[in-house]
Nanobody, 121 residues
Framework: QVQLVESGGGLVQPGRSLRLSCAAS????????MGWYRQAPGKERELLAHITGGGSTSYADSVKGRFTISRDYAKNTVYLQMNSLKPEDTAVYYC???????????????WGRGTQVTVSS
């Protein structure tokens, strides 16, 4: 089994920063892409940032220039540095990883349970 656990969410004032972490653990042989998504109330889940196994990154227009995704390959952890936060960034943030599991021998997508980010004064 593979587990993804997000951390680092919370309540923050507009203009401030937060750093989210997502650690993958379990029967992991390798991880290829990892990404961060968010879902606000009444809205669909949207992809915010993506990082490949080779370290290439891409961002949604809504967060480009404010958010930075990074990855610690040794720790199977992905980060999302969020700067200049806005009230419209309020949402539950989820991480996703495509994992080659040692027990199944196949690639599957895994999700964390999410961490709440609230941007409010």
């Amino acid at each position: 089994q593979v587990q993804l656990v997000e951390s680092g969410g919370g309540l923050v004032q507009p203009g401030r920063s937060l750093r989210l972490s997502c650690a993958a653990s379990g029967s992991i042989f390798s991880i290829s892409p990892m990404g961060w998504y968010r879902q606000a109330p009444g809205k669909e889940r949207e992809l915010l940032a993506h990082i490949t196994g080779g370290g290439s990154t891409s961002y949604a227009d809504s967060v480009k220039g404010r958010f930075t995704i990074s990855r610690d390959y040794a720790k199977n952890t992905v980060y999302l540095q969020m700067n200049s936060l806005k009230p419209e960034d309020t949402a539950v943030y989820y991480c996703n990883a495509r994992v080659l599991a040692t027990d199944t021998g196949t690639y599957s997508d895994y999700w964390g349970r999410g961490t709440q980010v609230t941007v409010s004064s």
